[in-house]
């Protein structure tokens, strides 16, 4: 009898919990990936990291152990559902590693976009931090980007030179 295969799961959790329940899931040994940004409080000077996407979560795990985790009520979220399977949404290993590069570059280079994009041709990055990253080209305000999005909710973006970027077809 094999193992079973992990997936990214994506799950919403109630507004402010995301922190606590990324210390239950490093307790728990569970992978996960919650983008924060660290800031520094003007009040007491001290760094402070706050969820990039509020109430959404990223864990790997069985579906079992996922369900266990909700269930049981170690981890208190609500896994997203994709309405046409019916079933946990997963999400795709290279679409989560993408999103995730692209986000640790930081907000200088990248980070989320907040605004709606008018999305073009389909670009795979040959070279730096992000090589084999696969997302769109944007251009906005004078500069190129590659935008990778994630549950077709979110979206990243990474100024990359020209040079860097060839066409794929999708």
Not at 14 to 25: F, K, P, T
Not at 59 to 86: Q, W
Request: charge should be positive.
């Amino acid at each position: 009898m094999g193992t079973e295969k992990t997936f990214w799961f994506a799950a919403r959790t109630r507004y402010g919990q995301e922190l606590g329940i990324r210390r239950r899931l490093e307790t728990l040994g569970v992978e996960h990936f919650i983008p924060v940004r660290r800031t520094r409080s003007s009040r007491t000077g001290r760094e402070v990291e706050s969820p990039v996407i509020t109430n959404l979560v990223f864990l790997r795990a069985t579906k079992s152990e996922a369900c266990d985790l909700a269930n049981s009520g170690m981890i208190r979220v609500s896994y997203i559902v994709d309405c046409a399977t019916g079933t946990l949404l997963v999400v795709p290993d290279k679409q989560m590693d993408d999103f995730r590069r692209v986000l640790d570059l930081g907000l200088e280079e990248g980070g989320l976009v907040d605004e709606q994009l008018s999305l073009g041709e389909w670009v795979r990055v040959t070279k730096g931090a992000l090589r084999n990253v696969e997302g769109r080209v944007l251009e906005l305000r004078g500069r190129l980007y590659v935008v990778v999005g994630l549950l077709d909710c979110c979206y990243a973006k990474a100024q990359v030179p020209r040079s860097w970027l060839e066409r794929i077809d999708r």
